[in-house]
């Protein structure tokens, strides 16, 4: 069963870091487009950045840039997301899913990221 499955979601004060996982299993292709979209209360959803899982570099949206960190480890199958100076706007459901960040395919549960003092 093809799944993603995401973890480290936690509370971390302003200022904080923090490290999201999102794991990949039964997969049988080689690499793909994962991404990280977060959902803050109330709000849409948010495209926040992808790494193509063949690549080293990460692509990042304008508010997180600078602050985040997409890397892949293909030996573990997993693609983290490291949250450095984290801001109370950060605060949300974060997601991994596959495919193009317009055409986001297969989600994992989510991970919730509560930034507050």
């Known amino acids: 069963q093809v799944q993603l499955v995401e973890s480290g979601g936690d509370l971390v004060q302003p200022g904080g870091s923090l490290k999201l996982s999102c794991a990949m299993s039964?997969?049988?292709?080689?690499?793909?487009?994962i991404n990280w979209v977060r959902q803050a209360p109330g709000k849409g959803l948010e495209w926040v950045s992808n790494?193509?899982?063949?690549?080293?570099?990460?692509y990042y949206a304008d508010s997180v840039k600078g602050r985040f960190t997409i890397s892949r480890d293909n030996a573990k199958n997993t693609v983290d997301l490291q949250i450095v100076n984290a801001k109370p706007d950060d605060t949300g459901v974060y997601y991994c899913?596959?495919?193009?960040?317009?055409?986001?395919?297969?989600w994992g549960q989510g991970a919730r990221v509560t930034v507050s003092a």
């Open positions: 790494i193509y899982t063949g690549s080293r570099s990460g």
């Open positions: 899913a596959t495919g193009g960040s317009d055409d986001l395919q297969l």
């Open positions: 039964g997969f049988t292709d080689g690499y793909r487009w």
